[in-house]
C-alpha cells in the first residue's frame, strides 16, 4: 500500500512515503504517457530521493511531500506533479507509524513526537466540532468532480459570514477543507452535490 510512514527500524526518525510501484506506475502511464521510469524520470530530477526500494514499492523523501510540510495535512500533490505534470488534488493522507517494538519489551515504546506534532499540542483548542475525516474526503472527491471554479464559488459562499476566512489564492485545497466547521462543510457538500 502507499502511504506516508514513520518506521524507525527501516528509516530512522524520517518521515517517507512508501509509493507502490503499480499504483505510481499507472499514474504517470495515464497522464504522462512518456514510457520512462517514473522514479528516475521525473521523481528523482524533481528533488526526490529514493531511501530504500523492494520489488513493487520505493520510499521517497521529498521536497513538499516529506520535507518542509505541515505534517497535519500531508498530500501527494508534490509527487503527484512531479510524474503526472498535472496539479494534485490535495486529498489529505495520514501517517502510518509501524512500531516494530520487540514483543517481549517490558517497557511500551513510543514514538517521539515530531517537532510539528508539538507544536500542534501547544495551539489553543481549536474549535469545538472541525469537518470529520470523512467529510473532508468526500468533499475531496467533490472537488474533483465539479472543478476547482465552482468548489472555490461554493466555498466562499458558504463560509460567507462565518468565522471561516474564505479560500487563499496559494492555498491548497486540504487545508482550506480542513478550516471547516462540521456544520460548513455539510453546507458546501449540499451546495456541491445540488443540481
Ligand atoms: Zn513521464
New binding site residues.
Partial sequence: MSGFTRDTKRYGDRLVYEALGSKWRRY?DTH?????N?VT??AEPAGFTVVRSDTGWVALIGPGQTEDVDESALTTDALWEA?T?KPGLGWPESVRVIDRGEASSAIPQRPVPSAAAKQRERRPAAEPWPATDKQVKYLTTLVGKVGRERFDTAFNVVVHGTEIAPRGADERTGQALRRLTRAAARKLITALVGP
Fill in positions: 504517470h504522462c504517457r512518456c514510457g520512462l517514473w524520470e521525473h510524474v505534470g
